[in-house]
């Protein structure tokens, strides 16, 4: 610091002088504060054709003007003072940057040098230069100082910049400020939005860095929350062709009707302007700090349009003794005042009269000022001053370096923050060293006790939320409605009565800004293709799912055993199902296959009680006895698949099945087989009579039944079933069944059985026209038919069906195709057993109809009919030349072969039957069988009886028949 006379002697310095823009009042330390006490009002075009009209300022701005007066008030609080700052005196320096970067920038240096036209790193003041400068208004212009004033590690504290760029305390090492950071602001306006439910908005800001840096970061901030934003306007500022007419538009045609505004209040009049000249109402208007209580907005004219509007601003406080300063300032007591007379002059609406222009102002109208007016007298929003948030920033931010200079001044030799345990002297000290001070400072008193900067020289993130109103006398209020706590180590904390805010439509109901309308419990959100993420469809939870909450992104899957209910809102248990005796289905089924099991048994005791009746006798009665046990079984292995399945149940249930029927068509395969053996075994030299007997038939169902047996116990080992809980099939089920483990193996089982019915089918359908007096072929083909028809059937029923109808399935086919059988094969045998015994006789077994027999071949007047095996060969003929029996016999014979065939009327012949009568015949009536019957031994001879002529005789021969038609 140099002294007066040195000053005097420095080239380049002039004499400190007050400039039109700035004013120093001295004193042993000096506070700078830069203000925007006028508006530059006045843009023009850049055409780049000529040098640029400098911007001049032109519109003097009442509420600023009351900022620059709080600061003085401040200082003149504190130089009073007896506990801060004794016996040391602050002065101050005030410029007016005219809201312009470029007289922000003028006023910075200005202030570091002293002279109006500065000089960079050169030091012009007489005693020192301010020790800190409060300030600017704007974020743009604050960025601007703090770049230059960060060189020197200067302290700097804004009233009002509240960009977020400044909380870089790499760019800005010395900047602090007394509002919150618009990164608090921002998250705090998208909580305010999703608390209402808001997330269609549209969003505009002013061209600055406030603006687009608040938007910006409100932008993200709501995408993160799931919010959109339906559109995004920039309010131009600095230019004469502004965008309003454009911007009405976009507001008007959206659908959104909440809008958040980033602006401050001058910017936001030329769109209100339009916005009222386009009658755009119904908008609910959210507004950031920079107009959220404008005095400006707050008129008549606007009010149609901002009323309901809900408004982040700084947290506000009461500046005791403010309001009596303000209001005792007069114009001729206090003439030194800065700025007193434009302020009269706005205030009262006259105009101060100079010598010169005396006569000019009394040929007009204008009233003029003669100081002796009143400011008490002025009852409007303008000097409500305990409400002005700014008036209190820079209450707090004066305070804050005046509390940083005390603590300087009350550091104790020794015990200093600096090295070696130093103090700065606080008349003579380094802007470093009161930066070290600023940022510790701990505000007490007048409202004010907390340690305000954090570590990035921010303030608490304290909002008030208000909302514009119309109080009773019809005027526009801002009522504080609630608080915002952003920097709470709890959390961010909204809080407010929502019963106290008036919305725009006047009624205290919520307005409903959403692109899709909110999608109930039980429904999902569906993005559109090409559209943001709030405009959707509501889909219902897939199955399985639920959803418990409205506009849920995503469903919910219940448990594995658990459903949701009707409205898929919540997860039930799922239902146990299983075909069970207690469900009418499994009862029906139970008690028919017990029932049907007691047919074959019934037949069964019938065949005992008539064993000795010629068609059981003749029907291989052990195969029977054997086939109707199967029967029964099969019946009852229906019941192994009712019921809770259990482990041993899965095990043996497949197993059981597939072996029984193997047995039971195992049986009717070996009766078949025996049948075709029997027939072809009567041929003379045939190989196959040494099979005709029992040993055949039991050495068939052992070797079928066998190979069953083996696939079952391999399937057993290798893959064997297993009982488990099924939830996928149907839903809100959990069916208990049974895993085969092996599909394969288990339709090999059905296979297996489907080949051997149908060899059984193939052989009783080739054996079907052999004479039926023993021949069960025909009933054995039918039976063949309906079983394989179950089963055919069965399988794409089976595969079509789920749970415990496919178990039914299963069981209605055992039960059918064991029915099948015993209808076919054993229903025909009762009958005539208990219902026509006069067939049950051994005569009518024999063949006595002619409609057995089968004409092969006419000769001289004697038809010879041959039928297939295991029936008779008759012979007719009329006899015609009187030939005796012997010779009819030897004829016989002759055509027969060497083994005689007639012996007497009624003696036996061959294994099967007997001569029933002889006649005569010519000796051309007989020609030789195209097939030899199995004569081979003599039973007994009787004397024939004579014959006459003119009477057909009839000759059967077993097991050859022919029957004469003549």
């Not at 203000?35 to 509420?63: G, I, M, N, W």
């Not at 007691?598 to 006895?625: C, G, Q, W």
Request: hydrophobic content about 40%.
């Amino acid at each position: 610091m140099t002294g007066s006379e040195e000053w005097d002697n420095l080239p380049g310095c002039q004499p400190h002088k007050a400039l039109a823009s700035g004013f120093t009042q001295d004193g042993d330390v000096l506070i700078g504060g830069i203000f925007p006490v006028h508006d530059a009002s006045v843009y023009r075009a850049l055409t780049f054709t000529e040098e640029p009209v400098a911007t001049t300022c032109q519109k003097f701005v009442s509420d600023y003007y009351q900022w620059l007066q709080a600061m003085v008030f401040t200082i003149e609080e504190i130089n009073r003072s007896t506990d801060l700052l004794p016996n040391i005196t602050l002065g101050f320096s005030i410029y007016d940057c005219c809201m312009m970067t470029q007289h922000t920038l003028k006023g910075t240096l200005w202030m570091l040098t002293g002279q109006e036209q500065p000089i960079p790193n050169y030091e012009c003041w007489r005693n020192r230069p301010p020790a800190a400068i409060v300030g600017d208004a704007i974020s743009s212009s604050s960025i601007v100082m703090a770049r230059i004033l960060g060189l020197y590690r200067y302290p700097q504290i804004s009233y009002s910049a509240s960009s977020p760029l400044l909380s870089d305390r790499i760019q800005f090492p010395s900047f602090l400020r007394t509002i919150p950071s618009d990164d608090f602001q921002s998250r705090g306006l998208v909580q305010l939005l999703m608390h209402f439910g808001w997330t269609w908005v549209g969003l505009l800001a002013e061209d600055s860095d406030y603006g687009q840096q608040g938007a910006h970061i409100l932008q993200e901030e709501l995408h993160a929350a799931g919010a959109c934003v339906a559109f995004f306007e920039t309010i131009l500022t600095n230019r004469a062709e502004k965008n309003t007419f454009h911007i009405a538009q976009v507001v008007k045609d959206s659908t959104a009707s909440v809008v958040v505004i980033f602006s401050t209040d001058y910017v936001m009049v030329s769109l209100l302007e339009e916005l009222v000249r386009q009658r755009v109402t119904g908008k609910t208007w959210i507004s950031s700090d920079g107009w959220s209580t404008s005095n400006v907005l707050s008129i008549e004219k606007y009010s149609e349009i901002l009323i309901g509007t809900i408004g982040f601003d700084i947290n506000s406080g009461d500046v005791p003794g403010l309001e009596e300063y303000l209001s005792n300032i007069n114009a001729i007591k206090s003439p030194e005042y800065i700025y007193i007379r434009e302020f009269w002059e706005v205030t009262f609406g006259c105009k101060w009269l100079d010598v010169e222009e005396t006569l000019i102002m009394l040929e007009n109208t204008t009233s003029f000022c003669t100081g002796a007016e009143k400011l008490e007298s002025i009852h409007n929003v303008d000097n409500d001053f305990t409400t002005f948030r700014i008036i209190f920033n820079i209450y707090k931010a004066v305070r804050a370096i005046a509390m940083a200079l005390h603590d300087m001044k009350s550091c104790k030799p020794g015990e200093g923050p600096f090295s070696n345990g130093i103090c700065a002297d606080t008349l003579n000290f380094q802007p470093w060293q009161l930066l070290h001070y600023i940022k510790n400072v701990c505000l007490s008193g007048k409202g004010i006790a907390e340690k305000f900067f954090d570590g990035h020289g921010e303030p608490p993130a304290r909002y008030d939320i208000v909302n514009w109103q119309r109080s009773p006398q019809g005027i526009v209020w801002h009522r504080k409605v609630g608080e915002y706590e952003g920097s709470d180590p709890a959390g961010q904390k909204l809080l407010f009565n929502g019963n106290e805010i008036l919305w725009t439509s006047g009624s205290s109901q919520v307005p409903i800004s959403v692109c899709s309308p909110s999608c109930p419990i039980g429904f999902r959100k569906a993005a559109i293709k090409g559209k943001p993420t709030c405009c959707f469809e509501c889909v219902p939870c897939p199955q399985g799912e639920i959803s418990n909450q409205s506009d849920s992104v995503a469903c919910m899957r219940c448990p594995w055993d658990q459903w949701p209910n009707e409205k898929q809102d919540q997860c039930i248990s799922k239902t146990l199902e299983f075909l069970s005796y207690e469900q009418p289905l499994g009862t029906t089924l139970a008690a028919s296959s017990i029932f049907s099991c007691m047919i074959p048994v019934a037949i069964l005791v019938t065949f005992v009680y008539y064993k000795k009746t010629p068609i059981v006798r003749a029907n291989n009665r052990s195969l029977s006895d054997l086939l109707l046990l199967s029967l029964t079984l099969c019946f009852l292995s229906s019941l192994t698949f009712i019921g809770y399945p259990t482990p041993t149940k899965c095990l043996v249930r497949q197993a059981a099945f597939g072996i029984i029927f193997a047995l039971c068509i195992s049986c009717i395969l070996a009766k078949t087989i025996m049948v075709v053996i029997a027939f072809n075994a009567t041929k003379p030299n045939s190989n196959l009579r040494r099979w005709v007997g029992p040993q055949l038939s039991y050495i068939v169902i052992i070797v079928c039944v066998l190979i069953q047996v083996v696939l079952c116990i391999c399937w057993l080992i290798v893959s064997p079933p297993f009982s488990k809980y099924n939830t996928d099939t149907q839903p809100g089920k959990i069916i208990a069944e049974c895993n085969d483990g092996s599909p394969i193996a288990f339709w090999c089982l059905l296979g297996y059985l489907g080949l051997l019915a149908s060899v059984s089918f193939l052989v009783a359908f080739l054996a079907r026209k052999l004479p039926d007096s023993f021949n069960e072929a025909k009933y054995i083909t039918f039976s063949m038919i309906a079983f394989i028809s179950v089963w055919l059937s069965f399988i794409p029923a089976y595969l079509s069906t789920r749970g415990k109808y496919m178990v039914a399935m299963e069981v209605f086919a055992i039960w059918s195709s064991s029915l099948a059988l015993v209808c076919c094969i054993f229903f025909p045998k009762c009958y005539v057993i208990m219902l026509r015994p006069d067939m049950n006789t051994k005569e009518y077994l024999m063949g006595r109809g002619e409609s057995q027999s089968k004409k092969v071949k006419h000769m001289d007047g004697c038809d010879l009919c041959v039928a297939a095996p295991m029936a008779k060969i008759t012979v007719a003929v009329k006899p015609r030349d009187g030939r005796g029996c012997d010779e009819l016999r030897s004829e016989v014979a002759a055509q027969c072969g060497e083994i005689p065939v007639l012996t007497a009327v009624t003696g036996e012949v061959g294994l099967y039957g007997s001569i029933d009568t002889v006649g005569y015949y010519s000796s051309n009536a007989v020609s030789k069988p195209p097939m030899k019957p199995p004569c081979k031994r003599m039973i007994g001879h009787q004397p024939v009886p004579p014959v006459e002529e003119k009477h057909t005789y009839r000759i059967e021969i077993n097991p050859y028949k022919c029957t004469n038609f003549n």
